[in-house]
């Protein structure tokens, strides 16, 4: 037996620990069923296996370590449902070939293993929904996959399908057609169904968890990363410049956070970015305007208070109070007016200066008696300020 698919049907009840005696499958889907649990350990033996799907069911208790067997595992998807513990540090270590890790609303618990870095090969990895805390790894620049914009897509496929098929023709069997993997993840807010074809969307979604610190500036070297979802946390710090790096991102939900600081520029001249979320953060200062930044409505920044701009309709400090003068009803006032204005000004000053100067001092420096007169004046002032005013006649 090489697929093995009783998915979307109403299995209930623990599953088997049998799984020696079919150690050719290469592909297991069991998804959207009523099973419980735990994975059982003989599962360890399916050394051949490259896909396991287990999504939406009510399995529980820890990965079984036996897994770290399986090293030709590229699809591991436990999405929706009630295992715990801490991720294993072996899944790194030993399922190098992974290109999708799915463990999306589980009860996974401590930190991030650094050695998922190991991961060269993956392309969809979603943590979700989880109880993760500390920090998120700085050895994100290890991801080599998601650190290039181009897939090798032929490979993938090669690697999904053709040992399936080939499998059937070993046992006399053909397919009319390929065997499509069905891939649901969230995509910019909405979960939508994706087939394998379609891998070559990379994304990395580590919300709703406990996670705290800083966003690491590796997060820059993911250049072929499309959706980068950290919301719902408790990270703080400010937003890395060095995620404008990132042009081929389409979403990107930082919201629900405690971030602080102000927008880089940069991230407004990611060209391809069409769902962006910051709200509900401590962020502060002008939202950029750049290129298509500005087409964001109010919902990407609200919950910010240190924020302003267009987007918010907020006056920024630095903007002051400024108004916009309107034209008037009957002509508008222009450079050329404002230049007559001050030069009529500055010409009434000087005749007024010329005649008040000459006004007063010109009849005294002409007429003999009129200094006299004046120059009595002034002692006689003089006199009355030092006592001795009697002694003197006008």
């Not at 499958?25 to 050394?47: A, H």
Request: aromatic content about 10%; charged content about 20%; proline content about 4%.
């Amino acid at each position: 037996m090489t697929i093995l698919d009783l998915s979307n049907n109403q299995l209930k009840g623990q599953l088997p620990d049998c799984w020696k005696s079919i150690d050719g499958l290469l592909y297991l889907d069991l998804s959207n069923n009523k099973l419980s649990g735990k994975i059982p350990v003989s599962m360890g033996s399916l050394l051949k296996l490259e896909v396991l799907n287990l999504r939406n069911n009510n399995l529980m208790g820890e990965l079984a370590f036996t897994l770290k067997n399986c090293m030709n595992l590229i699809m591991l998807d436990v999405y929706e449902n009630m295992l715990s513990g801490p991720i294993p540090s072996w899944i790194g270590e030993s399922l190098q070939q992974l290109i999708i890790l799915n463990m999306r609303e589980n009860h996974f618990s401590g930190n991030i293993p650094i050695k998922l870095c190991y991961l060269k090969h993956i392309q969809f990895l979603d943590l979700s929904r989880n109880m993760l805390s500390k920090g998120i790894p700085s050895c994100l620049n290890n991801l080599t996959a998601l650190s290039e914009k181009r897939i090798n897509t032929s490979e993938i496929i090669y690697s999904m399908y053709w040992k399936i098929n080939n499998g059937f023709f070993i046992y006399g069997w053909s397919l009319r057609e390929d065997y499509t993997l069905n891939i649901s993840f969230m995509w910019k807010g909405v979960e939508q169904w994706f087939k394998s074809p379609e891998l070559k969307l990379k994304s990395i979604d580590l919300s709703s968890n406990k996670l705290t610190g800083d966003i690491p500036k590796e997060v820059g070297y993911l250049i072929g990363l499309v959706s980068l979802n950290l919301s719902r946390n408790n990270l703080s710090g400010e937003i890395p410049s060095e995620i404008g790096n990132l042009s081929s991102l389409e979403s990107l939900d930082l919201s629900k956070n405690h971030i602080s600081g102000g927008i880089p520029f940069s991230l407004s001249q990611i060209d391809f970015l069409g769902k962006l979320d910051l709200s509900h953060n401590s962020l502060s200062g002008r939202i950029p305007s750049g290129r298509h930044f500005g087409t964001f409505d109010v919902s990407s920044f609200e919950g910010n208070v240190g924020l302003c701009g267009e987007q918010l309709n907020r006056t920024c400090p630095e903007d002051g109070n400024q108004t916009t003068i309107k034209p008037q009803e009957h002509g508008i006032v222009n450079d050329d007016e404002d230049n007559g204005f001050y030069e009529a000004l500055y010409m009434s000053m000087g005749i007024g200066y010329f005649i008040g100067f000459w006004g007063l001092l010109g009849p005294m420096l002409l007429w003999h008696s009129w200094r006299n007169t004046y120059l009595r004046l002034l002692q006689y002032c003089y006199a009355l300020i030092s006592g001795e005013g009697n002694d003197i006649q006008v």
